[in-house]
């Protein structure tokens, strides 16, 4: 098995219903995420080598469609979450490469609701274009 970066790649062995693991959809997702998918704020310093960067929310929300589970947020400054996936005892963070060498604290976080994300209209508008590049 090849060695990925991203937080819980070792036990993502969850299946989805089309027998994919989170693996498999970092492999997918890392030919879609873009500058266009990036978070507004961040996009002057979205590059390819960081594809990652400004991703996390609506790549976590667009993962828990397809394997459930629930959706929690790291604190950040600004009063912003970073957000990972909890399936069951599985949990993985397809997006936590941006931080590089830092050491994200991945306990007694908040759970996120996509209600609350989405109520910014480009933050839906990203997720539903990273949903259809998906389909």
């Not at 036990?11 to 492999?27: F, L, N």
């Not at 936590?96 to 306990?107: M, P, T």
Request: aromatic share 14%; charged share 30%.
């Amino acid at each position: 098995m090849p060695e990925y970066k991203f937080y819980g790649w070792e036990t993502a062995d969850v299946k989805a219903p089309d027998g994919r693991t989170p693996r498999d959809y970092y492999d997918i997702l890392s030919k879609i995420w873009c500058a266009d998918t990036c978070a507004p704020r961040m996009r002057d310093k979205w590059t390819p080598e960081n594809k990652t960067l400004g991703q996390c929310s609506i790549t976590a929300f667009l993962i828990q469609d397809i394997f459930g589970g629930k959706v929690y947020g790291i604190p950040r400054d600004g009063g912003n979450f970073h957000c990972f996936n909890v399936v069951g005892d599985c949990v993985f963070d397809l997006t936590s490469e941006q931080f590089g060498d830092e050491v994200l604290d991945y306990n007694n976080c908040t759970e996120q609701f996509r209600e609350v994300h989405f109520a910014k209209e480009e933050k839906r508008q990203r997720y539903e274009y990273l949903k259809s590049k998906l389909n």
